[in-house]
């Protein structure tokens, strides 16, 4: 029986990872038994959010089609579901001495937030569930039976660096672009001291931009449209504000200003099943390495991405330039740097990073799925645009 221990479970890396596991053990579920920590949302169990994961999506990363309640249901024996804040200290001691009972083969720790804003509420955010966070369900497990630990890290804890960046690279004098990735750093030293203390084996997996589906169905699925496709989401605002609607692109929409970027530089996006997959496929695997970057095998070019989603906005007069500017011609550069700007703006105009994968001919995924290509990353933001950029809620 191979038990697993997982935080995190309802977010976009967190389901499909479920649903990896499952589909890996389909013939075989009996075999297998998933704990999940987590909480309720919206009135909605955790248990309930779970199971309207597996209906709405779940299932069709697993089968490839809709199957029958009963199916749904034999997965769904195989969860165990423990309630709990990760920000609250305290754990339940009831849960805790029923943990203390379970030998545990893996405890994954995915939960965490993702934002990329500079501000106060923000840095105190992304401190207490990426940070505290960590160091509470740490502590709460100490002494669970646990064979082997694992967290989902960044791969932009490298900080504010350029060129080629290994698996195991960490910054000696680290500089950040915003508190996520200061916080990310922080919150996987915390990780990996505590198993280097407690003699614990340990993987750390770094994931670059994290997108919505590109191998399992339904392509382009993603219970929350954020990173870059809140960069699109500004523009599709725009228009909505404009009074030019928001599913009619015929009419163009004139916005002159300067979006800066590097015209060499690019994104690494890796979409979240085949994150999903990479993680499972190298947890299971024996490996001695302990750092992992997952990401793509190469970047997209802030050129080609940036004039794909505006031209399917149909946003036009924008130009681009390698700097920021200094003073604004217009509302519309002003509102542009004061909203998305300010965020965007570190990751387009810097050097080129390329990160390596010191694992990659060591997984069994297909050579062809590996890569997300320009032609994988207009249909992302098509399905973002058909969906309105309107967030999965229920779960």
């Not at 149909?314 to 509102?335: A, C, V």
């Amino acid at each position: 029986m191979t038990r697993y221990l997982i935080t995190g479970a309802t977010g976009i890396l967190g389901t499909n990872f479920i649903c990896e596991i499952i589909k890996q053990n389909i013939n075989s579920l009996e075999k297998i038994e998933i704990y999940i920590i987590g909480r309720s949302k919206n009135s909605i169990s955790l248990e309930h959010r779970l199971k309207l994961s597996l209906e709405k999506n779940g299932q069709y990363y697993i089968f490839g089609k809709k199957v029958l309640d009963s199916v749904l249901s034999n997965i769904l024996n195989r969860f165990h579901f423990i309630n709990h804040e990760l920000s609250n200290e305290k754990f339940n001691q009831d849960i805790l001495k029923k943990l203390f009972k379970i030998n545990f083969h893996h405890f994954f720790h995915i939960a965490a937030l993702t934002d990329l804003r500079n501000n106060k509420k923000s840095s105190e955010n992304l401190s207490l569930i990426n940070v505290i966070g960590t160091q509470n369900i740490l502590k709460a497990l100490k002494d669970v039976d646990i064979k082997q630990f694992h967290f989902i890290s960044s791969a932009y804890v490298c900080g504010n660096n350029f060129g080629e960046i290994f698996d195991d690279y960490i910054p000696s004098k680290p500089s950040f672009r915003n508190n996520y990735e200061k916080s990310k750093l922080k919150s996987e030293t915390i990780f990996t001291n505590h198993c280097k203390t407690n003699n614990k084996s340990f993987k750390v997996y770094r994931p670059s931009i994290i997108s919505g589906r590109t191998i399992e169905k339904p392509l382009g699925f993603t219970s929350k449209f954020d990173v870059f496709y809140s960069w699109a989401n500004f523009w599709f605002k725009l228009r909505v504000s404009s009074g030019l609607g928001d599913n009619d692109f015929t009419k163009p929409l004139s916005v002159p200003i300067r979006i800066c970027l590097n015209p060499k530089s690019g994104l690494n996006i890796i979409s979240c099943d085949l994150a999903a997959k990479m993680i499972y496929q190298i947890s299971e695997s024996d490996t001695s390495q302990s750092y992992f970057n997952i990401v793509n095998d190469e970047n997209l070019n802030h050129i080609d991405h940036v004039t794909y989603m505006l031209e399917k906005l149909n946003i036009i007069d924008y130009s681009f330039t390698e700097t920021i500017p200094q003073s604004f011609n217009n509302n519309y550069e002003d509102l542009y740097y004061k909203i998305i700007g300010d965020v965007f703006s570190p990751y387009m105009s810097q050097d080129v990073i390329n990160f390596k994968k010191l694992h990659k001919n060591n997984l069994k995924i297909e050579t062809n799925t590996q890569t997300l290509n320009l032609n994988d990353f207009k249909m992302l933001i098509n399905f973002a645009i058909k969906s309105k950029f309107k967030s999965v809620q229920e779960y």
